[in-house]
């Protein structure tokens, strides 16, 4: 007898019972049933045929929980007994991983193990993964099919071999025990990674056109010649028809009431379609094989888990298109298909599960075992996943109608969500939906005032969507995801978790491994989700912090394997540039306001974009401390790029967003704040929170404010030097170090003069940068060294009484008069030792470059040295340009009112800093202000990255010298930071240099 025959064995109740094998030709077979008493039941006799194969049967009894025993005889010869036999209903599980997936890895197995494992009546053949052929690990998938399995075994659930059995159908059998009364057995067959090819026989395969040419078009197929030739292109098993030939064929003459599949993870390459023809033919070949003649043979199939599907082909291919197809297949055979959704069920996982295998696998078998109870065994119950029956579209409503809702349709929560419309342009908007009737839902969004399609559940990691139909009042099966109109899917709408702020942290593969990880990553804070938080939904952000500054961000990247951890991928919906607006919503439960001082929208590690709200150039508003909600819209169509507005076409850089964070401030040493419910829009929408921040953290103190800037100059390559150690060859310079010219300590200079190089020098000097607040000559001696040893000029650096808290004596006239009293002692000294100046060229960084360019343009006709070029590396040129409060990012507002009122000696705030009387001040402290036709030649340069000097700053003293006619050379170094060079502006910066050494070579000689 065939090796699939054993003790404690399950029989299709009611059927044939057939007993196969192999004996002499003409030998005669008995089978023979014996009851719990003794009592032969029946029997039936058969005789070996010509080609030394047998076939005995005889009826199966009605199922029902009593073993018994069965003896076959060869010759009146007793020659097998199979013992502890049972009579009920028989079902075919396979598939591939997640049907596959072994009941001791679900949590649910503790309540088993404690129950003594399951129950006896639960019966289970194990088809070994890769069944022995001949005696022999198979090496490569039989070609032929196979008449036996070697290897398998029969067990009873409360077998401890129980724990390996397929979970899902574990709970589906053990439930069908309970609901029929008789015992149910499984055939456990599953088998991970293959594909729904390898579950198909080969005649089906190659006499259906579509099949092969489906099969070609992926590198499945694989003709008889080929089989032992062809190298695996993954592994055993996941060839075309070798489950069939190996797991499947070698069972035929075991009768079955259907199959529960679970497959389609290795087949989401598949292009839409393909699947269906694949499930079709899959279908054809189970009556087939089986034998099955009352219809169709039935089969209850899952959608697949939530999971991001990842390949070199297809950056991401979405688990949903499939998903949406699932639906179409049931729709189309009702009768004989039940689909069991389960894109609800929150996948939970172990340590080391991929996060393809969630394990909580019990709600999906108690689902099968619902569908199973209406497909099968006529329950009046909603036996599989509604779907769409039927599309209206009226004006800006989309109506949906489905079939199978049982008692109706019903929402699981407080409103229907995951709903989304479009128009004609094909890209989706979240869409409001209400239930109109038992059996219909009506779409609509004023997004999209005239919709052509919709959908619902169109994601693939989908937790959120909540329309059910309903038994007895109670949601009983999801609607099945679906979009109206396939042929208009261009953008397709994604709840993703991170926007809805009903949990904390989901299960993904990041970094280098697969673990739970935060949907939201914080700094200086701590957030948490619940329900108190909530705007809407189940849940939402609290965020806690005893900082001034925290911030939030939601890190769009991951990796699909670790091994490959290095390549990121990025998730769903990390493509805005279909929208206009991105909006949240803000409650301050603080004593005292909260700022959103800046929102980064970053598409490269070290590249971001701030948006601005409400379509202002505010990047900043307050939130009150009123326990109110308020609404924070930032317009992601009007983006500042480091120091200016992004004037390109912002769509370009948001298709591929790598993260988003939202930054807070605020004057109180405890904030607490809400935040929930983020929407995607096509317009800008009014009203909400849309003031500019206001001088919330009062005064900032100078030297933070220094700290910080400093930190961004520590990066250039460039340090500090003292002027002896970069001219110490005391042969070819003289060097005269903190010569005075003024009573405060701050009031000296450097000067060195190469010696034999004439009594008639030019004048080089030198301003540093700090931000008008920090620095020393010392940070810019190297500065010195070309143009004193190549171009043998006198050299010198000042330092000027930089600006302090608490002394309006100090501003920016007083930084000028500084440097032109070094200048008339610098000539002093130089006139004293012989020396005569003929022209100055003036050099400055950042707020040294501001200098210069002023004292160029205003004090050019008293300075005693006749400026002849001004060279400002990022120097500031329109203190009245409101691009630092939009788009700055090292300096917050509250630190750029601070350094623009010490300049001007006022204290600045929201009320005031653009008033006309401020304004005014700010303009006579900006180098624009004081050009004229006979301003010194200029060569200055902005930079594309620059965090503190926006760059519409350097167009706009472009723009005014070239008006006036004045000899200037300008640049963007596009990818440089400030005062820096990258080397991608390599060319640029040769240009650059080629420039200045001309212009100074016509203006000094």
Known sequence: MKKIYGDNMLFQQKENVKLCGAGVAGEEVKAELFDDKGEIINSGTTVVDENGKFTVSFLAPEGGFREYKIVVSVNGQEYRTLNNVVFGEQWLSFGQSNMEYYLKDCPSIDAVVKGGYGSKWVRAFMVPMTPLIDGKKQEEPPEYKQEDINGGKWIKADDPEIEYVSAIAYFFANDLVEKLQMPVGILNCALGGSVISSWISREKLENDKKAMEIMKSHEQYVSLDEWDTVEDRTYLYRRMCSCYNAKLYPLKDLAVRGGIWYQGESDIVYTYGQYSHMFDLLQKEMKQTFSYEDGDFPIIYSTLASHYYLSKEFEIINVQHMNVEFANMQHSKPESRALVPIYDIMPEFNADNHPIHPNNKEPIGHRFFDAAMGLVYNADCSYTASCVDSVKIEGENVFVKFDNVCDGLVCKGENLKDFAVCSSDGIYYKAEAEIVSKDTVRIHSKEVPNPVSASYAMTATNYNANLYASENGEPKMPVAAFVTDRSVTKRLFSYDDWAVCDRDELWRLYYEKAQYTKIWETKNCK???????????????????????????????????????????????????????????????????????????????????????????????????????????????????????????????????????????????????????????????????????????????????????????????????????????????????????????????????????????????????????????????????????????????????????????????????????????????????????????????????????????????????????????????????????????????????????????????????????????????????????????????????????????????????????????????????????????????????????????????
């Open 527 to 1005: 957030f948490s989700v619940r329900k108190e938080s909530a705007y809407s939904g189940e849940g939402g952000m609290n965020i806690v912090s005893d900082k001034n500054e925290f911030s939030i961000w939601q890190d769009f990247r991951m990796c699909d394997y670790p091994s490959n951890a290095e390549k990121w991928q990025v998730i769903e919906n990390n493509d805005w540039s279909n929208y206009k607006s991105v909006s949240f919503k803000v409650r301050n439960n603080s004593e005292k306001n909260v700022c959103v001082s800046k929102v980064k929208i970053r598409t490269k590690k070290t590249d971001f974009y701030m948006p601005t709200l409400n379509g202002t150039n505010d990047i900043s508003c307050v939130i009150p401390a009123d326990g109110e909600w308020h609404t924070v819209e930032m317009d992601v169509n009007d983006l500042c790029f480091y120091g200016h507005k992004f004037a390109n076409n912002n769509s370009s850089v948001l298709k591929k967003i790598i993260d988003f964070e939202i930054c807070f401030s605020s004057s109180d040493d405890r904030a607490d704040i809400d935040v929930d419910e983020f929407e995607f829009s096509s317009t800008l929408k009014s009203g909400g929170t849309r003031k500019p921040s206001k001088f919330i953290n009062g005064y900032v103190k100078i030297k933070d404010l220094y700290l910080k800037t400093k930190a961004l100059f520590e990066k250039k390559e460039k340090k500090q030097m003292d002027i002896k150690e970069a001219f110490k060859d005391e042969n070819k310079y003289e060097v005269l170090t903190d010569v005075k010219y003024g009573e405060d300590v701050q009031q000296k200079f450097d000067l060195v003069i190469p010696k034999d190089a004439g009594k008639e020098l030019n004048l080089f000097v030198v301003i540093h940068g700090g931000a008008w607040i920090g620095g020393d000559k010392k940070d810019d001696t190297m500065l010195l060294v070309p143009y004193v040893k190549n171009r043998q000029m006198i050299g010198g650096n000042i330092n000027y009484r930089l600006l302090k808290e608490g002394r309006s004596d100090l501003n920016c006239e007083t930084m000028l008069e500084d440097i032109h009293e070094a200048m008339k002692k610098i000539v002093e000294v130089c006139n004293e030792k012989g020396y005569t100046l003929k022209k100055l060229i003036l050099k400055g960084n950042s707020a040294g470059g501001h200098l210069v360019l002023m004292y160029a343009y205003k004090y050019q006709h008293i300075s005693p040295v006749e400026v002849a070029v001004v060279y400002s590396n990022c120097g500031p040129t329109d203190m009245t340009d409101k691009n630092y409060y939009g788009d700055l990012s090292v300096f917050s507002d509250e630190q750029m009112l601070t350094l623009q009122g010490l300049l001007i000696s006022e204290k600045l705030d929201h009320d005031n800093y653009r008033s006309e009387e401020v304004l005014e001040k700010l303009w006579k402290v900006s180098p624009c202000c004081y050009a004229k036709k006979d301003s010194p030649a200029t060569i200055f340069h902005s930079c594309g990255k620059d965090m503190l000097v926006p760059v519409s700053n350097g167009d706009k003293l472009n723009e005014v010298l070239k008006s006036l006619g004045v000899d200037s050379y300008y640049d963007i170094f596009d990818n440089s930071q400030h005062c820096c060079r990258d080397k991608k502006d390599n060319q640029k910066v040769k240009m650059f240099d080629k420039m200045e050494d001309e212009m100074i070579k016509k203006y000094t000689t």
